[in-house]
């Protein structure tokens, strides 16, 4: 039984004070000297950073759970039965902000923090989680650490990647010493709701304070190899050439008429392009892309894919190229639980009624947990729309305020029953 009336819980507010030094704290390890961070998963600076998270979560008496891929799970064990889970990650880009997945980690810490305070008892138990590696920026896939808690990829494989700087994971995870002994998969909450910056210009846009967030966008990672005939620039004439640089170009230009096209919620983007031998003078012989293509809809997303497959098979014949296509990551999209959207928009509303129900178009552990248990997601508006990168910004009262909603709707679950 609960020890709080669930109609005073609009009264409670969490210690801005203390969050918003925490987070500052937690920014100075990694930091990059120019207000961002760079703490890539599993390298020292990341061992630095989980290390004093744990280390807030012994001081709130929690039990400290590791589990086989490195997530960490902080539980106050009261009440009966699985716990209500928040959290997020500690992990970075390399030219990371400080609030991007930190927020809702450090944010789960206090909604614990406040409720001992407050000498509130909930019916469940209250657990914040840090998932490993969830930006993916140096293990590939990104949502890496959900991904395998919730049985989506296979233990022995994640342990098996290797980073970009040629580093094995599970050796990683060994060195820094957060090879822990809980098993993967691993057990489902009761449910789970992740607040987060929402990392894009829309609610600031429309001047909204809160959004509450129906779903993730579906996410398809190609990376295309365009092998041409690498020549002299200068004496090779235009219709002879079999041009790698050229074909990754149209590739870019196609992907924004199939945005176009489609409208809605579609984006494409490519995001890297690499030329060799990349000389001044020289046709390359390779050009490798990277496309990133996302919808809120599945069929539509798997429309995208086979229009750009089509292209493909046209643009080899029509520029005597070959094209390889490698699947780097594919997630379908997904739709949160409808009952903890308007848990979160109620109470949202209670605080600042311009509150937005809206899509996410970027990923998180949410949308992984969401297999398993009813889940959610709550955003706080980004200054100019601006994520993975130092200037990343949210008002100091905007997080205070997204944290009182978090505390709020994870004092719910625990007395709705699914």
Sequence with gaps: MSTFDPTSIATLSINGERLLQRLDALADIGSTGDGGCCRLALTDDDKAGRDLVVAWMHELDLDVVVDAIGNVFGTWNVGHGSPVMTGSHIDTVRTGG????????????????????????????????VFTDEEGARFAPDMLGSLVYVGGLALEEALDTVSIDGKRLGDELA?????????????APHAFVELHIEQGPVLEA??????????????????????????????????????PAYVAAMMAVY????????????????????????????????????????????DTLCDAENLIDTFCFQIEQDEGVSITKRQLTRFEPVVFDERVIDLVERRATEIDGRVKRMPSGAGHDAQMLARVCPSGMIFVPSKDGI???????TEPNEMIEGANVLLRVMLDLTELEF
């Design 175 to 187: 060195r820094i010493g957060y090879a822990g002994a809980a098993p993967c998969p691993g057990p």
């Design 206 to 243: 429309e001047n909204h304070a809160f959004g509450a967030v129906t779903g993730v966008q579906g996410i398809s990672w190609q990376e295309l190899t365009i092998v041409g005939q690498s020549n002299h620039a200068g004496t090779t004439p235009m219709h002879l050439r079999r041009d």
């Design 387 to 393: 994520s993975h990168n130092p200037r990343e910004y």
């Design 255 to 298: 992907l924004r008429e199939i945005a176009e096209r489609f409208g809605g919620d579609q984006v494409c983007t490519v995001g890297m392009i690499s030329l060799h031998p990349n000389l001044i003078n020289v046709i390359p012989a390779r050009a490798t892309i990277t496309l990133d293509v996302r919808n809120t809809d599945e």
């Design 98 to 129: 400080k609030y991007d997945g930190n927020y809702g980690v450090l944010a789960g810490l206090e909604v614990i923090a406040t409720c001992k305070e407050f000498g509130i008892t909930p019916a469940r138990p209250l657990c914040v989680g």
